[in-house]
């Protein structure tokens, strides 16, 4: 079973664009979950998607956006890019949501804002 | 409440030793708890999780041990490898959103 990917895995934008990441999930993962990786707040929680709703949102500025398609495919958006941005993007399927969540994740999205 | 402490933030073991990384976390709602193991350039890759009606779980070279009272579960890899260096992270939820230690950076000396 192919795993969870993401798409692309490197990106370098400007101050004040924006940017689209996508996760496709694991064959028959429905639920879908976004998380930020930097050095200097570790791991933190964007928000989840499950059978095309969100489910639950982290603390992060509304100009962090994302849905989920009917194929479980997810897609992420950031409005307005700031340097603080810069970060890895990680994608995580499980087969249903809040269920033991056992979250597998994908390689992640490097996004560098300059 | 929502805090998971883990430590240390890095450790080196000789390979064979045994690898102890701790976590303690405040929030008693919390009923699963994994940990992960990253490679760099790699996203996090489920290692072993546990829930709090068990005190100990083992997968090969890799156990768990959770105690309920003290609000406290650790990772113990056995017979420890190079191939083990990577970050490691503890977890901890209720329901859809994981809650993240910072990470340990653990290094095998051969």
């Known amino acids: 079973k192919a795993g969870v990917t993401q798409t692309p895995r490197y990106l370098i934008k400007t101050r004040g664009q924006q940017v689209t990441l996508s996760c496709s999930p694991i064959?028959?993962?429905?639920?879908v979950s976004w998380y930020q990786q930097t050095p200097g707040q570790g791991l933190q929680f964007l928000f989840e998607y499950f059978s095309e709703t969100q489910r639950n949102k982290g603390n992060f500025p509304g100009r962090f956006s994302g849905r989920q398609f009917s194929n479980s495919r997810s897609e992420m958006n950031v409005s307005t890019l700031e340097l603080g941005d810069s970060a890895l993007y990680l994608c995580a399927s499980s087969l249903v949501a809040g269920e033991g969540n056992e979250q597998y994740f994908g390689p992640g999205t490097r996004l560098t804002v300059t | 409440q929502q805090q998971v402490k883990q430590s240390p933030q890095s450790l080196i073991v000789q390979k064979g030793g045994i690898s102890i990384i701790n976590c303690a976390y405040e929030n008693t709602a919390f009923d699963y708890f994994p940990w992960y193991q990253q490679f760099p350039g790699k996203g996090p890759a489920l290692l072993i999780a546990?829930?709090?009606d068990v005190s100990e779980k083992k997968e090969g070279r890799f156990t768990i041990s959770f105690n309920k009272s003290a609000k406290q579960f650790s990772l113990h890899i056995m017979d420890s490898q190079p191939g083990d260096s990577a970050t490691y992270f503890c977890?901890?939820?209720?329901?859809?959103?994981?809650?993240w230690g910072a990470g340990t950076k653990l290094i095998i000396k051969p």
């Open positions: 064959s028959g993962h429905r639920s």
């Open positions: 977890a901890a939820s209720k329901g859809y959103q994981l809650i």
């Open positions: 546990i829930r709090p």
